[in-house]
């Protein structure tokens, strides 16, 4: 079975200041790992996943994440926050075992920017 | 590509009544997947096609729940008999099955279901 865990249910930056959002997961087997954001009324659009190969991914919008291993860990960044930004973003865990498929989602955590 | 589509984006009933929500999925994508998302929460999984074929349903899928994917392309969520807890945010999301499993899925605007 896998799970994810989003420390944070709200996070609270200054425009230009870095973002961070916590994410961590358990997973019997190497996961396939994927952040998600979500605007108000709307679904998920994918920001960035990471698979195999190089642990540091990019995504969309100025996004990256890095998984480690070793600290079970796919925390989200980006340098400078944008008004814009400000959504609910999820993390969320697929089982690399070739027969599931769905996906397990954190609680999300809610990024307020302000000026 | 023109997106997963849902229909309708809001619904509202009375209790004890039956609703049906409709998902197009975008073109190519072969598999297709229902999610339902509460207030303050994460998407959990419902259930999933592989074209026609329901691959897996989830215990939170009550025998008051029924999807069909009935030629592989867009699908349907029926609830019978809605309840109370039934209210929430119903979310379709579609994937191409290629090269494993790591081939994201696109998500639609979701159904929201309010029940009175």
């Known amino acids: 079975a896998q799970s994810v865990t989003q420390l944070g249910s709200h996070v609270s930056v200054s425009e230009g200041a870095l973002v961070l959002l916590r994410c961590n997961y358990s997973s019997s087997v190497p996961p396939y790992l994927f952040w998600y954001v979500q605007y108000p009324n709307q679904g998920l659009q994918l920001l960035l996943k990471?698979?195999?190969?190089?642990?540091l991914v990019k995504g969309i919008n100025g996004f990256e994440a890095e998984f480690k291993k070793s600290e079970t860990s796919f925390h989200l960044t980006k340098p400078s926050a944008h008004m814009s930004d400000a959504a609910e973003y999820f993390c969320a865990v697929n089982p690399n075992t070739g027969t599931a498929s769905k996906l397990t989602f954190g609680t999300g955590t809610r990024l307020q920017v302000t000026l | 590509d023109t997106g997963v589509s849902q229909d309708p984006r809001h619904k509202i009933t009375k209790r004890g009544q039956n609703v049906t929500f409709r998902c197009d999925p975008i073109?190519?994508?072969?598999?297709l997947y229902w999610y339902r998302q509460t207030l303050g929460q994460g998407p959990e999984f419902l259930t999933y096609f592989q074209n026609e074929a329901q691959l897996e349903k989830s215990r939170l899928l009550s025998d008051r729940f029924s999807a069909e994917r009935p030629k592989g392309s867009f699908s349907t969520l029926e609830i019978q008999r809605t309840e109370q807890g039934d209210s929430a945010m119903y979310l379709c999301a579609s994937s191409l099955v290629s090269g494993g499993l790591n081939q994201p899925q696109h998500f639609g605007d979701g159904t929201r279901l309010s029940i009175l």
């Open positions: 073109s190519e994508h072969n598999r």
């Open positions: 990471y698979t195999t190969g190089a642990t």
